[in-house]
């Protein structure tokens, strides 16, 4: 049911969560050291995914029918007064459709006049979350094989030469859509990618066909929009995404001085500072050996330049090989050794533990109420949940179904005002919070059919 228009107009008059710092126009999102600031204040927020939504407004330029595409925009339109009237304030998104394909049928098309159309799209999607008090976290590309693959080049030549046809494509993308928007306070930050990380240092794993092997669906060549290359030169080093990662930051804020960079990546895997220097070596095989806490600081140094403004960590806490909670505490006080922020792009609970629809089980939203707990214990100011209203096939669980599981969003609504309020407190001291995140490690093992 469409949220009546009176209640819009409220959302849209006092947009954040009674909990947290009002959005006033013209004020960006800062940081002061190894703390999120907004507006004076000390910034926190629980937030969701909603990383198809980009998709949902370019229906119509992705080829569906008027009636789905007037379908799907309504859906969108529909989960934003949703998250409002939650109290929900903060959404990541993807910025370029995923494959492809999709980019050049729409916001990177050949045909202006498709552009026009595309462009026109993001703005009323953008429109829309001010109209419901909401600011987003574009992830500029979010599958790293859409530039490399139009550039029809390896992930190599397009991580390491800067100059490469895949880089220019980037390039052009970045300053298209950043330019439009440095301006707009929609934009709450940047982000450049999702989980890029998780690609690198996997060579004698996709010696022959490289890291994209995975990602492929049958029938990708649609997709694809054209040849791509597809071997072993499709790998790529922690060190080369560090250098990947301060040039694409410098070119954002070359072109948009108003908001902060994040990362996108996913926590540090748990033998990634092994894996390195295993690439570093060129071993030929594998090298899983766990990283000490000192190592997975060190590896997650590496991976953050000085120009990152925010590291992004994902972190789905719940499974049976999920680092510990005090992995997540060792991460936070290594970006405070840099003093860099820390946020959580993606939390949830595994869909391998709790079978879907994932928080229709009282079980899995206990699970998330004690993960969002133990991220604010981390001294982890934004967290951002998985997945909001997910529109469309494939679903990816842990799915957040806001009309038929209003406990879950409870859990969110109360997590953003306990965020809030422990903001403007101090960090926890680190003792403290690893003797409560082992309670809460406990207690989420406990709940583990």
Known sequence: MLIPAAALLLSAAHPAAPAGVPWRAGVPLTRDGARLMYDGLPFAAVGVNKHELIEQYLAAELGRSPEEAAQSRAAAKLSLQRLAAAGIRVVRMRACPFWPAWATRTLLSDDPAVRTASWAAFDELLDDCDRNGIRVIPSLSWNLGVFPDLGHESLSDFVTMPDSPGRILLRQWIEALVGRYAGRDTILFWELGNEWNLMADLRPMFAEKGVFEGIDPPGAQELLGGPVVRDGTNNLSSDELAAFTRDLCRLIKSVD?????????????????????????????????????????????????????????????????????????????????????????????????????????????????????????????????????????????????????????????????????????????????????????????????
């Not at 926590?267 to 295993?278: D, E, F, I, Q, Y």
């Not at 959580?344 to 391998?352: F, K, P």
């Open 257 to 449: 001085g108003n908001h902060l960079v994040g990362t996108g990546c996913s926590a540090p895997r748990s033998s990634a500072w092994h894996l390195w220097l295993g690439s570093i070596r060129r071993a030929t095989e594998m090298d899983w050996t766990l990283d000490t806490p000192e190592q997975q600081s060190d590896y997650l140094r590496l991976i953050t330049p000085p120009e990152v403004d925010v590291i992004s960590l994902h972190w789905y806490g719940d499974g049976a090989s999920a680092p510990a909670f005090a992995g997540l505490l060792d991460l936070r006080l290594a970006a405070d050794s840099i003093a860099t922020p820390v946020y959580v792009g993606e939390v949830g609970v595994s869909a391998d533990t709790f079978k879907g629809p994932v928080y229709d089980d009282p079980a899995a939203v206990d699970a998330l109420r004690l993960l969002l707990d133990g991220l604010r214990e981390a001294g982890i100011p934004l967290a951002l949940a998985w997945t909001w209203d997910e529109w469309g096939e494939p679903i990816h669980e842990p799915v957040l179904r806001p009309e038929t599981q209003p406990a879950v969003v409870t859990v969110l609504r109360e997590a953003d005002e306990a965020a809030a309020e422990a903001a403007q407190g101090l960090p926890p001291e680190p003792d403290e919070a690893r003797a409560r995140l082992d309670e809460i490690a406990a207690q989420l093992r406990a709940l583990r059919p």
